[in-house]
């Protein structure tokens, strides 16, 4: 079973075994289509949204399409299709 987004994003951002750095979150922005940002960047994560460095940038939930670990290259959350 899948964990959740939130659970996924939440252990990355609270695991100190993890580094931060590590991780791609990758979304959909409109109109360019997909963009990614680092999980480093990330403030918090809202019951709906991510909250970027500065609170000026805030990327709802539903538009993350998944979670990459670079240096593997493996997705460890991916959004069903």
């Not at 996924?8 to 979150?25: A, E």
């Not at 480093?40 to 460095?53: G, K, S, Y």
């Amino acid at each position: 079973m899948q964990k959740t987004l939130r659970d996924t994003l939440n252990r990355i951002l609270w695991d100190r075994s993890l580094r931060k750095s590590d991780y791609q979150i990758w979304f959909v922005h409109r109109p360019v289509g997909l963009k990614s940002v680092s999980a480093d960047e990330v403030d918090r994560v809202t019951r709906f949204a991510l909250v970027i460095r500065g609170g000026e940038v805030v990327i709802p939930l539903h538009r993350v399409v998944k979670v990459v670990h670079k240096p593997s290259g493996e997705e460890v959350w991916c959004k069903k299709q």
